[in-house]
């Protein structure tokens, strides 16, 4: 599971999102798909069920949905807007 880090901030509108990372004091512009996954993770969406709903939103395949929202989550990782989050408690 993947949740927007706590500095990331954004504003989305017909043709994307701009996100601003207030911590690292960077700015980026979204696609219109990538400002609807922004917006399914910030909501806890998991990434199966964002896969599914990109692949009908966009009428593409699944197998290919699920190719580019892994690279984007990735990617969002590595400009650190992204962090893994484990499910559950502590033990």
């Given at each position: 599971?993947?949740?927007?880090s706590?500095?990331?901030?954004s504003?989305?509108?017909?043709d994307g999102?701009i996100?601003?990372?207030?911590?690292?004091?960077q700015?980026?512009?979204?696609?219109?798909?990538?400002s609807r996954?922004?917006?399914?993770?910030?909501s806890?969406?998991?990434e199966?069920e964002i896969v599914d709903?990109?692949?009908?939103?966009f009428?593409?395949?699944?197998?290919l949905a699920e190719?580019?929202v892994?690279?984007?989550?990735?990617t969002?990782k590595?400009?650190?807007?992204?962090e893994e989050?484990?499910?559950?408690?502590?033990?």
């Open positions: 599971m993947h949740k927007v706590d500095g990331v901030r504003t989305h509108g017909q999102a996100v601003l990372d207030v911590q690292q004091g700015m980026f512009n979204l696609n219109f798909v990538g996954i922004l917006e399914l993770l910030k806890g969406t998991s199966a709903g990109i692949s009908r939103e009428d593409i395949s699944r197998d190719t580019d892994r690279e984007f989550i990735e969002l590595e400009h650190r807007l992204v989050c484990q499910l559950g408690g502590a033990v």
